[in-house]
DNA sequence: GCTAAAA
């Protein structure tokens, strides 16, 4: 049984060798010839945990091996001699809508998309992996190697999901070991599924109370995902839905801008699985319609921008001054394609003895993509996209329409620009803040279908988005932060397919030379070398590329350990405290990075990030 | 300063 990081590594390389994929175990460089031997086995907290991933067998209703539980047993919550939550589970399932619109008496006969089940897992081999923490589960390689239960095995095939997508295969087992999670796997590799399947399975499984009876007015659901966008939140709460059908499981959405009369109905019919937005979800708690306090499971997915500046307080209210069980009774999950330290640090109040998991192409983002920059001075754009879209045009495609999605920076430049280019002739529509949600799921819709293949878009739509046939992502308007172009960009290529990027870039943009080109050079892009001097000439812009650079991020924790003697880049007395020694205080990586619940006393701060610009 | 998120 695996003791340390190296242990867990060496069993994940048995389980890839003998999985005939003996490349996804990669070890980083920086990770290579580290000794677990001094370290002490470190299980009086985390307790028998990682080598139990059941090996299938367990039928679906009979009780989970008890792995990895016993490290949160003075949580509480876990009550036993409840009634199953589920225990009537068929009840009402004879009116579900089966999401699939395919068999089974389906009342909704819409022709689902499958071309995002056909997923490349050619082009998810050879894939870097870095996992973090102490005890941490080995990867599976097959989805029977999980024991998640007939039902949502049944969902999984009628989603055509034919093996688990990297990060699904390492970030399941952890969820299912009762773990926290910080995970980091790029653009378009199944992040939702990573935490869907395990929250679904563990609502199954579970010993909880029946839900409420419909005349309570407050409702309590077992798990929380909040993402930053409406549209997301609508995303996440169709794709839970097919995982859960026919499981008993509930998952109901609720999100600003629409009515609020029917998802108030929607939750008094009871609900499991709550997927919202943070505006709308204060307001439901607010007005004491929903209680965190049955929280089991909570995820945040883009999580980094979550956090950040716009959105941290209102997560933290929700978070930490609700009603929610704390860190160490829940278990939380946060999921993004980028992590930046300074987030990270965040992150980790609401997470406790946490799993870092890394799983990424070289470079971030995907090499899928291929990235191009060219140099347009603001007045040229316009004339210089309608020679993009005219070449497109040109090498017309069969089949599908390609669509071309067009990022500006704001929301009047959007307008602006959609109505150029009808007047020009090229169908295009608009999604942005300043529109109502109406117009916004409308717009969505309209592009989906190529009935508009163009859409202009401002940073609402780059993050998350799963809009199969994006072809071309143009950047008309570079972001100011690198993470947001690697987001962006990310709304191609997804599923294992290819993409094309544009960007136009011009001297106002020179602060993003730098991690732009860094970015480029990653993914084995073609750096121009005009860039490559702007880059040269840039003096402080953007950010630094995150750290090793080989992966979309590093647990910050290592750095914490690795920093020459902790005092270059924070305060050295921030150093030692909560996540940032390792238990023998050697810099040793495995395990120790321990207890996190105290121990920081808001320690860290204003001084962090300055070393970073 | 921009974007997002509740009315």
Redo the contacts with the bound molecule.
């Keep these: 049984m695996p003791t340390s990081w190296a242990d867990s590594v060496a069993a994940a390389d048995n389980a890839a060798a003998s999985g005939g994929n003996n490349r996804s175990a990669y070890v980083p460089p920086h990770l290579r010839n580290r000794q677990p031997s001094s370290e002490p086995p470190v299980l009086a907290q985390g307790g028998p945990s990682s080598g139990n991933v059941p090996s299938g067998g367990n039928r679906w209703g009979a009780p989970r091996n008890d792995y990895g539980r016993s490290g949160y047993s003075s949580g509480g919550g876990r009550g036993g001699g409840w009634n199953n939550r589920n225990g009537g589970w068929d009840r009402g399932s004879g009116r579900e809508v089966n999401p699939f619109g395919d068999d089974e008496g389906a009342t909704d006969v819409e022709p689902v998309e499958q071309e995002n089940a056909g997923i490349n897992f050619d082009a998810y081999e050879d894939i870097p992996v870095e996992t973090s923490g102490e005890n941490v589960p080995p990867p599976v390689n097959t989805f029977a190697d999980i024991d998640l239960g007939d039902a949502l095995n049944k969902n999984i095939r009628r989603c055509k999901y034919v093996k688990p997508t990297p990060v699904q295969r390492y970030a399941i087992p952890i969820s299912l070991a009762n773990r926290d999670l910080m995970a980091c796997a790029q653009t378009g590799s199944g992040k939702t599924a990573a935490f869907c399947f395990p929250i679904i399975s563990g609502i199954m499984t579970g010993q909880f109370p029946p839900r409420a009876p419909h005349m309570l007015r407050t409702a309590c659901p077992l798990a929380l995902i909040l993402s930053?966008?409406?549209?997301?939140?609508i995303q996440i709460h169709e794709e839970a839905r097919k995982f859960a059908y026919q499981t008993g499981v509930k998952v109901v959405v609720?999100?600003?801008?629409?009515?609020?009369n029917q998802q108030l109905r929607e939750l008094e019919r009871g609900v499991d699985i709550l997927v919202?937005?943070?505006?709308?979800?204060?307001?439901l708690l607010?007005r004491a319609r929903v209680s965190l306090q049955m929280i089991k499971y909570l995820a945040l997915d883009e999580a980094d921008?979550m956090l950040?500046?716009?959105?941290e307080p209102?997560i933290r209210n929700i978070v930490q001054q609700m009603d929610m069980p704390p860190p160490g009774v829940r278990q939380t999950m946060l999921f993004s394609a980028t992590f930046p330290k300074e987030i990270q640090r965040l992150a980790s109040d609401f997470l406790a003895n946490y799993v870092f998991l890394a799983v990424g192409r070289v470079g971030s983002s995907t090499d899928l993509i291929v990235q191009r920059v060219e140099y347009v001075q603001e007045t040229d754009k316009r004339s210089h996209l309608m020679d993009l879209l005219h070449a497109q045009r040109a090498n017309g495609t069969h089949g599908k329409q390609a669509l071309t999605l067009v990022f500006v920076?704001?929301?009047?430049?959007?307008d602006s620009l959609e109505y150029w280019l009808c007047s020009n002739g090229f169908p295009a529509t608009t999604?942005?803040?300043?529109?109502s949600?109406q117009e916004?799921e409308q717009a969505l819709r309209s592009f989906k279908s190529g009935h508009t293949p163009i859409l202009v878009?401002?940073?609402?739509?780059a993050r998350g988005l799963d809009i199969p046939h994006v072809a071309h992502v143009v950047n008309f308007d570079l972001?100011?932060?690198i993470d947001?172009y690697v987001h962006r960009i990310g709304r191609t290529g997804r599923a294992g397919k290819s993409g094309l990027a544009t960007a136009f870039f011009n001297e106002n943009n020179s602060s993003m030379a730098r991690s732009l080109s860094e970015l480029m050079q990653e993914a084995n892009q073609e750096v121009p070398a005009w860039l490559a001097r702007f880059a040269a000439r840039a003096s402080f812009g953007g950010k630094n590329r995150r750290g090793g650079g080989r992966f979309g991020g590093r647990d910050f924790r290592r750095d914490n350990s690795y920093s020459r003697g902790g005092s270059d880049y924070y305060g050295a007395g921030n150093m030692s405290s909560g996540y940032g020694a390792p238990s023998g205080g050697n810099g040793a990586p495995s395990g120790g990075y321990g207890a996190p619940s105290g121990g920081y006393g808001g320690s860290y701060g204003s001084g962090v990030t300055s070393a970073w610009d």
């Design positions: 930053p966008t409406r549209e997301l939140s609720a999100y600003g801008g629409a009515p609020i919202a937005t943070p505006g709308r979800l204060v307001d607010e921008r950040d500046m716009g959105f209102q920076e704001t929301k009047k430049g959007a999604i942005h803040g300043d529109r949600q916004r878009a401002t940073d609402v739509a972001p100011n932060d947001d």
